[in-house]
């Protein structure tokens, strides 16, 4: 049976990559810590990006969807102050969360940039940090993650550049 060859922990390129990226996280941190951002919002989006092998055919997935996914949260407020008197609160949460499952699922080949897992995994993220103090800021939250993000997710783009650039292309 034929073993997977594996590429050395300390090769040049990924040393390099290592040490751009923690840079760019520490960077990351220390620039939205200074502003009294939220970090979760901007590195969702990187951690997505690593998640698809960082493929740059995917970023507007990952930032439109990400950014969709947080406007879900003062619509589905909106959603169960219309509906809550009449079906209670948590049907009516039912209700909406299965509606934007559901566009998800129909929508995902059509409108792939909005409906997609990205969306999916940012409304839930946002869920839970809206029960965590200071409370619910969406707004903001789309703005860390629109301008962060893209910052973050096109930085490791930079930095595959540069690996690629100082390092020898290997035979396929």
Request: net charge positive.
């Amino acid at each position: 049976m034929e073993q997977l060859q594996r590429p050395p922990i300390f090769s040049k390129g990924r040393i390099v990559f290592c040490v751009l990226l923690v840079a760019l996280v520490l960077v990351g941190e220390i620039v939205l810590h200074l502003n009294h951002l939220d970090t979760w919002p901007a590195f969702a989006c990187m951690i997505i990006f690593f998640y698809y092998h960082m493929d740059i055919k995917q970023i507007p997935h990952i930032i439109i969807g990400s950014f969709f996914g947080i406007l879900q949260y003062p619509i589905i407020l909106l959603f169960i102050k219309a509906l809550a008197p009449s079906i209670g609160i948590f049907p009516a949460q039912l209700l909406y969360i299965g509606i934007f499952v559901g566009a998800i699922v129909l929508l995902k080949d059509h409108i792939p940039w909005v409906f997609n897992t990205n969306a999916f995994m940012l409304f839930f993220i946002t869920a839970v940090a809206a029960k965590v103090p200071p409370g619910p800021q969406p707004v903001k939250w789309m703005a860390i993650q629109l301008i962060g993000g893209t910052a973050l997710v096109l930085g490791v783009v930079g930095i595959q550049k540069i690996v690629a650039a100082i390092t020898p292309q290997q035979p396929e």
